[in-house]
């Protein structure tokens, strides 16, 4: 008996029974899929086949393992079967994708009833002198659909549908894209998919402008993206536990299975852009996980650990809401370990100044950096007369002076710092941009956690240990 399944025509068709059987497309691909052209009225457009007309331009920010090539896939089979004529080309970040997209293309095919051959073409690059393998599908129209590894030079001469599957993890992918758009000439689509790869790529850089052209903000030279997004908890409301893992794990709840991607990301910066198509702000962040994480020790901020070595102070002030932070670090050997962090948020600028000089007083501190900027000048004012301390006005060349020696710290692995979340977050929160004439800004979201206090705290504590005997004067900053 053919096995065959009726692909429901709108989202609303789907029901509690149909997603349990594993046979239909989830809410959030059927919308994909059904992504056509509109008249100015919101009527669909048909072509002269009577078949709707595909959205030209379409990109989809993307949790992991959501199903999106698996429905890209439905797509290019089932409307190549109904009349389609195109070839269609399916390009990924490697090998391995392209193949996977070319057996999901075999399995929709026996869904229809119809028997596929996918074949193994090698292809040949005349730059490279080098031969790639695309994996492709013979439709029984005539038309193919290729899946093959990125490279921009084997969308030269083609024309058809095309779809960029990992966009933002491509190698060159505007020289992707360059390449691809003239393959979709000629009344073709051309489709992106992806998960995030930070706030600089070329993906992120197309979804705002789909996402501007959708509020009527759009800026010159933006493309008008049909924009798609789902995270991991919208596709778990929509199905995604009863269709994908509970055949295969009965017991899995929806809650359950949240909590266990959750629990297996690093950080919440992976789970934001692995899951929830939030773009990680790591390769923007002037120290990034990786650099925290290889100078975090849980001897790290304990005074019971102070030893007889030299001490220095850094001392960020907080405004308004912001906390104040004084963080202290002893030199041991070639390291500088972390002893002591301090949080202040409400206590009045007078407990704030007292326990920066009680600090002060100990023998072993040698010198103690402290912000002089608004609320703070008063008590590096103190510092200075208590003649162990110095005040740093935090104008753009002293945060680049602070910042830049910092991450060689981090970098040389000659600085400990606590192992918590909140430190973590904190250092990584600063991000490093440049103004109009090429100057380093370097700055932090405010929120509720503070404005990157630690970060320049500690950066401050760094500074003072940069001379461990004398107190220079800073006097560029001044």
């Known amino acids: ?128 002198k080098r031969s790639a393998t695309a994996f492709v599908v013979r439709m029984p ?20 549908d095309v779809c960029l599957d990992e966009f933002a993890f491509h190698d060159d992918p505007m020289g992707m894209y360059d390449a691809a758009s003239p393959t979709a000439t000629h009344g073709y689509a051309i489709r992106i998919l992806s998960t995030h790869n930070g706030e600089g790529t070329a993906f992120h850089k197309f979804v705002q402008e789909g996402k501007r052209h959708a509020a009527g903000t759009a800026k010159d030279g933006d493309m008008p993206w049909s924009v798609h997004r789902v995270t991991i908890v919208e596709a778990v409301e929509q199905g995604l536990v009863e269709r994908v893992v509970q055949p295969n794990r009965p017991d899995m709840t929806r809650d359950r299975f949240l909590a266990d991607q959750r629990a297996r990301c690093r950080n919440e910066d992976q789970w934001l852009q692995e899951y929830m198509a939030i773009p990680s702000k790591d390769a923007s962040s002037w120290l990034t996980y990786s650099l925290i994480e290889q100078c975090e020790d849980d001897d790290a901020g304990n005074p019971a650990h102070y030893g007889d070595g030299q001490r220095y102070i850094g001392m960020d002030i907080g405004e308004s809401k912001d906390r104040t932070v004084i963080w202290t670090v002893e030199r041991v050997g070639d390291i500088l370990w972390t002893r002591e962090v301090l949080v202040m948020t409400d206590e009045d600028l007078s407990v704030k100044q007292r326990a920066l000089l009680d600090r002060m007083a100990h023998p072993k501190v040698v010198r103690a950096c402290v912000d002089a900027t608004g609320l703070g000048t008063q008590i590096a004012q103190e510092a200075e007369r208590a003649g162990k301390g110095e005040g740093v006005k935090f104008t753009l060349p002293a945060k680049d002076e602070l910042a830049s020696p910092l991450r060689g710290y981090f970098e040389d692995r000659t600085v400990r710092v606590p192992g918590d979340g909140d430190t973590r977050e904190q250092l990584h929160a600063v991000r490093m941009t440049r103004t109009a004439n090429g100057t380093p800004r370097f700055d932090a979201a405010r929120t509720e956690e503070g404005h990157a206090d630690k970060f320049w705290a500690l950066a401050l504590a760094c500074h003072a240990a940069k001379t461990p005997d004398a107190v220079p004067r800073m006097e560029v900053l001044l």
Do not use: H
């Open 141 to 160: 129209n005539g038309s193919r659909i290729t899946a093959m590894s990125s490279n921009p030079r084997r969308f030269r001469s083609k024309g058809g």
């Open 1 to 128: 008996m053919t096995d065959t399944v009726a692909i429901p025509s709108a989202p609303e068709a789907i029901t509690d029974s149909k997603i349990s059987s594993g046979r239909v497309l989830l809410p959030y691909q059927e919308a994909w899929r059904t992504d056509y052209e509109r008249d100015a009225k919101g009527n669909v457009l048909k072509g002269r086949d009577g078949q709707p007309v595909p959205r030209a331009m379409k990109i989809w920010e993307k949790s992991r393992r959501v199903g999106a090539t698996f429905v890209e896939a439905n797509d290019a089979i089932f409307s190549r079967l109904v009349g389609r004529g195109c070839d269609y080309w399916f390009s990924s970040a490697d090998e391995s994708a392209a193949f996977e997209f070319a057996e999901y293309c075999r399995y929709w095919m026996k869904i229809a009833g119809k028997v596929v051959e996918v074949v193994t073409e090698q292809v040949y690059d005349e730059l490279t």
